[in-house]
């Protein structure tokens, strides 16, 4: 076995064998799963509580088919009773608020005084609800003034929906667009954590080394390379294989919990689509909801994304876990690693805000193109812009410059690595660093 | 060749600070070679060009006739002063991990581990992890491991720190045997009365120079200063010191005899011989001591430094 071998199979047992990485294996995907259950349960308990709000209608312009009660919100006319007496009562009573419509002159007056009094503030979809209610009383009113038949109108109200074709004639809907952006944002975040976790895994490793002083006997068999490079791939292993056992675990738990509970696994998904993306998936239910998101999954390129994951995945961990390295080198303990730290996390998470922000909006603006290519935030960025479809160029130049930067930051690193593990002390600035990178062998 | 290691002209700096300049030393194959200096002449620098740790920015080093390469590695086993194990690692693994690091294969690691820990009674410790162990038991662990791939070169910085005087010995014994069996010894320490008792050669490095280096008997013969420890019975010893200091110079004596006699040191002077002293000694009294004073690697040491600085 060759000694960069069994460097790497020393760092992968340490890493697998570690108490820490066994329960993060283990009890992370059940905290997970348990995690959104609870939420889910949560909010189908919030949902279930009535809420019983109170009207004054001065203006005689509201009947009781305007408010008519839902699961969770009851209405009651509390007219007669007059406002100061009706906020009286609310004040004392398990009311959730009072709306008050006052007497007005004309119709925008009206419009401009609804008030509505509550303990707490009241909830934005409560309030959005009770605005449309109004407006919506009000538009019909002066429509009417206006001389127009409602039932005109109302006939009048047609849906569209565009169906999207690309070039290449495949169709294409909104529900892929949620799709993509579902794929690219998972596997960018992904990337994020593992280069977090794992980078500094590798950092906390070269630490160790350091300060128990074993680093001396290594390097006096090996080279600090074999060593450094042995430990982003070992450490990298066992990251993989944590990713690997949470992805079993996690289907078992979703088969098993499905079965037993009868949850309907699609349904639990698609209600955090947003609105208009279920509109779509609704009007497909002849097909089956299910059957119509395998389709458009099968519809994406899911072996180049696969492939290309593989490749942005490990080129920007192995950049960034050299980084990381070089850090670990450098000091002698965790304390110190704060000032080299930032710098390195900062391009980490501007790539997933840049990632967020722009590639959801416009996948192809040159805010994403550009941050897709720059090569400390391409693997995140670009991981993001590939379900939509980059052409080859753009990706081969992405690629490229990934390469380029890597074997350059890991000569650099390697430099930093090499000078650093033997150096005990005093806490080095970026100075030494840079002196550090003209000491020859 | 005679030599096992050929270090010319050696000069390594960092950045503006020279750490050696232009060293050269030659260690003959089977000897302890005592590799001496204050802290921070530049031994452990030295030390990491031989173990190829770090590159000499001049100069040149052979091993056993070939210039150092990669695979010289196999061949040299490293003590370094500042110890250090893979503390929750077990000792079994830690010890099969490092005797392949340097080339071993398993089976052969395993067999020749199976050895060191039975001669060294510490077999019930195989699955323990080292942060389980005191930190002598460590030590000993740390020294097989040194040894264990048969290296040519061993090279042990301060072997003996961390061992109670019993441990030390046994270790002073297998470094012996190691000897004996044909591998050649750097050696690095303070402790002088161990460079005294094993090394046969010695280099003395100081702030980045070689100021020294021979056979140790060698340099004690230069460094001597014909100077006598002496002692006889006389009945008068006021006239003994005064005459005594009239011919030579005459010293407060620094040792004890257990008869009540006359003491002093006594240094000859230029073109004197012991045979003068000794003969002059015997026309005043019976003389129950006269031993030359021989400097000891201590003395050497301090003078050289002292007289580098």
Known sequence: MSKLQLIIQREFIAKVRNKSFIIMTFLSPMIMVGMGALVYFLMQKNDEKVKKIVYVDQSGLFSKEDFINTKTIHYSDYTTLGIEETKKKVEEGNYYGALYIPKQDSLELLAASVEFYSKDSPGMSIMNSLENKIEGKIRNKKLTDFG?????????????????????????????????????????????????????????????????????????????????????????????????????????????????????????????????????????????????????????????????????????????????????????????????????????????????????????????????????????????????????????????????????????????????????????????????????? | MNNLLEVNNVVKKYGDFIALNDVSIHIPKGCVFGLLGPNGAGKTTLIRIINQITMPDSGSVFLDGEPLAPNHVEQIGYLPEERGLYKSMKVGEQALYLAQLKGLSKAEAKKRLKYWFDKFDISAWWGKKIEELSKGMAQKVQFIVTVLHKPKLLIFDEPFSGFDPINAQLIAKEILQLREEGATIIFSTHRMESVEEMCDEIALINKSNKILDGKLDDIKREYRTNTFQIGLSTSNTLDLDAILKENFEVTKPNFKLLSNSFMANVTLKKGDTANDLLSFLTNHGEVNHFVEVIPTANDIFIEAVNKNS
Request: net charge positive; hydrophobic share 50%; proline share 4%.
């Open chain 1, 148 to 441: 127009i038949d409602l039932n005109k109108i109302e006939s009048s109200k047609i849906r569209t929906d565009i169906k999207m074709y690309n070039f290449s004639g495949e169709e294409s809907s909104k529900l892929i667009n949620g799709l993509k952006i579902g794929v690219g944002a998972i596997a960018g975040y992904l990337l994020m954590m593992f280069v977090m976790i794992y980078g500094t895994s590798v950092m906390r490793s070269v630490i160790e080394e350091k300060t128990s002083r074993i680093i001396e006997v290594i390097v006096s068999s090996v080279k600090p390379f074999q060593l450094m490079l042995g430990k982003i791939i070992g450490n990298a292993s066992a990251g993989l294989l944590q990713f690997f056992i949470w992805g079993i675990i996690l289907f078992v738990i979703v088969t098993v919990a499905s079965s037993i509970f009868g949850v309907d696994v699609v349904e639990m998904q698609s209600s955090r689509v947003p609105a208009e993306q279920l509109e779509v998936a609704k009007q497909a239910t002849s097909g089956g909801k299910g059957q119509l998101i395998v389709q458009e999954i099968l519809r994406l390129p899911l072996l180049k994304l696969f492939l290309l994951f593989i490749f942005y995945f490990l080129g920007g961990y192995m950049l960034y876990s050299s980084f990381f390295a070089a850090v670990g080198a450098a000091v002698d303990n965790e304390t110190d690693t704060q000032q080299f730290m930032l710098p390195i996390m900062l391009p980490l998470i501007l790539a997933v805000y840049v990632g967020f922000a722009t590639v959801i909006n416009d996948p192809h603006g040159p805010i994403s193109v550009a941050f897709s290519y720059i090569p400390l935030t391409s693997p995140i960025v670009m991981l993001m812009r590939v379900p939509f479809g980059v052409s080859w160029y753009e990706l081969l130049i992405s690629m490229m410059l990934l390469i380029i930067t890597f074997v350059f930051v890991v000569w650099l690193a390697a430099k930093i690595y090499r000078v650093g593990i033997l150096m005990y002390g005093k806490k080095p600035t970026y100075k030494d660093l840079y002196k550090w990178l003209k000491y020859k062998g």
